[in-house]
């Protein structure tokens, strides 16, 4: 029943932290400033990344919730609260202030963390550690996109 419990307080946490990153893009990728942007040739239609963070949030949400269950600490509440963090701030700094640099910088420490995520807790979760990796994967992609408009624009 905890991780039940759990799975409902990361759910409610992670899909908070997608609706404030929403909020702090201004109009996002509907706005004239990223439609005039020359964009990667493998960037997602823009169903997908709603799609696609619905997916990962769940993923995340169970995998915190094993997670915590196992490894409860100050270390992983901490570096949980970076990635809230991160992943907040991203939309502000890139949609928002148009900082694609400093976006760039904030997504790859994004990744980062998800990565130190993945590897250093894989063996407390075993198999259940694969429920990171679409977020892992999907920061990988972002990165490259992100990376792209800093180079390309």
């Known amino acids: 029943m905890r991780v039940l419990k759990y799975f409902i307080i990361f759910l409610v ?3 908070s932290a997608l ?7 201004d109009s996002g990728a509907q706005s004239i400033w990223y439609s005039n942007l020359n964009k990667a040739p493998w960037t997602p239609p823009g169903w997908a990344f709603g799609v ?6 769940i993923c995340f949400s169970i995998y915190m919730a094993f997670l915590y269950k196992l490894a409860n600490g100050l270390k992983l509440r901490t570096l949980f609260f970076i990635q809230l963090v991160l992943n907040i701030s991203w939309n502000f700094l890139f949609f928002n202030q148009h900082l694609i640099s400093l976006a760039l910088i904030d997504i ?7 990565g ?6 894989k063996t407390i979760l075993g198999y259940t550690s694969l429920l990171i990796l679409p977020y ?3 920061l990988c992609i972002a990165t490259s996109l992100n990376a792209y408009i800093l180079i390309y624009n």
Do not use: P
């Open 13 to 15: 946490l992670n899909f």
């Open 19 to 25: 609706a404030a990153g929403s909020w702090l893009m």
């Open 52 to 57: 696609a963070w619905t997916t990962i949030m």
């Open 108 to 114: 790859f420490l994004l990744t980062t963390v998800i």
């Open 116 to 121: 130190t995520f993945l590897f250093k807790y």
């Open 136 to 138: 892992f994967i999907w």
